[in-house]
Structures are given as structure tokens and as C-alpha cells.
């Protein structure tokens, strides 16, 4: 999910798009919340881990 928001970031800056830059921003910020919880040790979704 990290990956897809960066992706979508540099196509929306590189395109002008701003939908893309909106939903690359949105697909970071829940990506490293996930990331963070699942390196706590926190389940998430019923994972232990979350990639």
C-alpha cells in the first residue's frame, strides 16, 4: 500500500492529476499506519503482520 501511494504521488505531481496526488497522500498515510501497527506487535485485521 506504501508503494501504490508513492506511485500515485509521483504520477499525479508528474501529470498534474490532482485526484492521483489526493489518493497517493490518502495510500501513504494508511499504509504507514498499518506498518506502524503491525510492527508493534498489534494484530491488524486479524494479521499478526502486516507487508
Do not use: D, E, K
Request: positive net charge; hydrophobic residues 65%.
Amino acid at each position: 500500500m506504501i508503494a501504490l501511494g508513492v506511485i500515485l504521488l509521483i504520477v499525479g505531481f508528474v501529470t498534474g492529476i490532482s485526484i492521483l496526488w489526493t489518493l497517493g497522500v490518502i495510500l501513504l498515510v494508511i499504509g504507514a499506519a498499518l506498518w506502524l501497527l503491525g510492527s508493534m506487535g498489534h494484530a491488524v485485521a486479524g494479521r499478526r503482520h502486516y507487508w
